[in-house]
């Protein structure tokens, strides 16, 4: 239903929360301006950032003026679109880096997995409200994580592992949110867990030891033994681990459950499955941004040279930084990615310290206004989306800028509303729409 443009509803907008957005786009777009300016293709880039933004502000105004519960009732027709979406560009989408992500026609482009992302949240937002009566059902984790499995496998698929991984604690938040038993989100936070570490963990072995064979073994029976084992050994081990565990504790008269290990056990051999699947998956520009996490000093001018140059660009900028278009690092283009992946040490070079803050400060504040209008929406499914959109934008902003640091790996995740990307930055602002309409909604009753 059209939002109404009675008296009143100026006074009901968050101003906080979208000026908050504003100021993120607008430092976002000086600080492309800067950081893009020494590249041949300089002026596409312009174009295609300011007609990103110009398309962003009428998605936002779209989220915003539309009823939200409008996603609710168009929940599965929403699922449809965005599998229908991933299928579609495996088989018409562009390569680009060795991945098929993307849709190109002429000057248009088009990422669906930044799509899928917010689309993922608005149907599990639906799913869960569902079920607000069964939450505490073990069958709810289940059934949210069959729901996600497909749309995480096809991005998988492509391969985009970047992506991949940022659907984790998306689905994690708002099953916490949602009030799910502890102990169900428990094991679905593990089974996150030993997905995503299986990569880090064989590559760190690759890198500790050399000799290891390079097929692809479970990681963790190769700290055991560098034999060539196999998947079926590992899940035995896996097994007889849980078997044991529950022995140990009946022996020791714990009140534990025997279905508790059973779980676990479960837990931890679908997550080395998945992980071993997602392993087999990266691409070799993809494992060297591992490599650069796990061993940052092994090869400085290969692997480690973006995260190398970015604490550079960080350090050098001071307090109050080296001006726009006077870094060093992005100007004679020493920092790889420095538009996209790696905004945030331009600010730093550029800014300096202060121009970090006020980036970190006003993502707080669109983070903090997301959180108020979750508790103020006025129903379950609008606080559940909030839930989601502020579980997705934590994640990217302690990824990105903790990879920029170095304490992260390189996962390829750009900082929403501040990296160059047109995908993103119009699919953002429609999700920051959304939110906001939530929000300006929380009293009305149509």
């Not at 936070?189 to 299986?198: D, E, I, L």
């Not at 020791?252 to 392993?279: I, Y």
């Not at 929406?377 to 997705?392: E, I, K, N, T, W």
Request: include cysteine; aromatic fraction near 14%; proline fraction near 4%.
């Amino acid at each position: 239903m059209p939002f109404r443009a009675e008296s009143g509803v100026k006074s009901r907008v968050d101003w906080a929360f979208v000026f908050a957005v504003a100021g993120l786009v607008c430092l976002g777009s000086v600080a492309i301006l800067s950081a893009a300016s020494p590249l041949l293709h300089y002026g596409q880039v312009l174009q295609r950032h300011f007609l990103a933004m110009a398309v962003g502000a009428l998605v936002f105004l779209f989220g915003l003026g539309f009823n939200y519960q409008i996603f609710q009732d168009q929940a599965k027709f929403i699922y449809v679109v965005i599998l229908a979406l991933l299928v579609a560009v495996l088989f018409v989408g562009t390569v680009s880096r060795g991945q098929r992500s993307w849709f190109h026609a002429g000057f248009f482009s088009f990422q669906p997995s930044e799509l899928a992302r917010i689309g993922l949240i608005l149907v599990l937002a639906n799913f869960l409200d569902r079920r607000s009566r069964r939450i505490g059902e073990f069958n709810t984790v289940f059934y949210t994580l069959a729901v996600a499995a497909p749309v995480i496998a096809l991005i998988l698929r492509e391969p985009d592992f970047s992506s991949t991984i940022s659907f984790f604690p998306v689905v994690i938040g708002m099953l916490f949110c949602a009030g799910v038993d502890l102990g169900h989100l428990f094991l679905a936070f593990g089974y996150a867990v030993v997905s995503m570490s299986v990569p880090v963990l064989y590559t760190f072995l690759q890198v500790r030891y050399p000799m290891a064979p390079h097929n692809s073994l479970p990681v963790l029976i190769l700290q055991v033994a560098r034999m060539g084992g196999s998947t079926a050994l590992a899940l035995l081990l896996i097994a007889a681990l849980g078997f044991l565990a529950w022995r140990f504790s009946a022996w020791m008269r714990w009140q534990v459950k025997p279905v508790f290990f059973v779980a676990v056990t479960l837990v931890v051999a679908a997550g080395l499955v998945t992980g071993n699947l997602v392993n087999r998956q990266i691409k070799g520009y993809q494992r060297n941004r591992l490599v650069a996490f796990v061993a940052p000093q092994s090869d400085i001018q290969g692997a480690s040279y973006n995260v190398h140059q970015s604490q550079i660009a960080i350090g050098s900028g001071g307090l109050w930084g080296k001006g726009l278009f006077s870094g060093t690092q992005s100007q004679l283009g020493f920092l790889p990615e420095r538009h996209t992946d790696f905004i945030y040490a331009v600010v730093g070079e550029e800014m300096g310290f202060l121009g970090t803050v006020a980036i970190l400060g006003l993502y707080l504040l669109v983070i903090w206004r997301i959180v108020v209008a979750a508790r103020s929406a006025r129903d379950r499914y609008g606080f559940l989306v909030c839930s989601g959109m502020a579980s997705m934008l934590s994640f990217s902003l302690i990824v990105n800028v903790g990879m920029c640091l170095g304490l992260m790996p390189v996962a390829g995740i750009p900082l929403p509303l501040v990296s160059y990307g047109g995908s993103s930055l119009v699919i953002t602002l429609w999700a920051m729409g959304i939110v906001a309409n939530i929000y300006a909604r929380r009293y009305s009753l149509l």
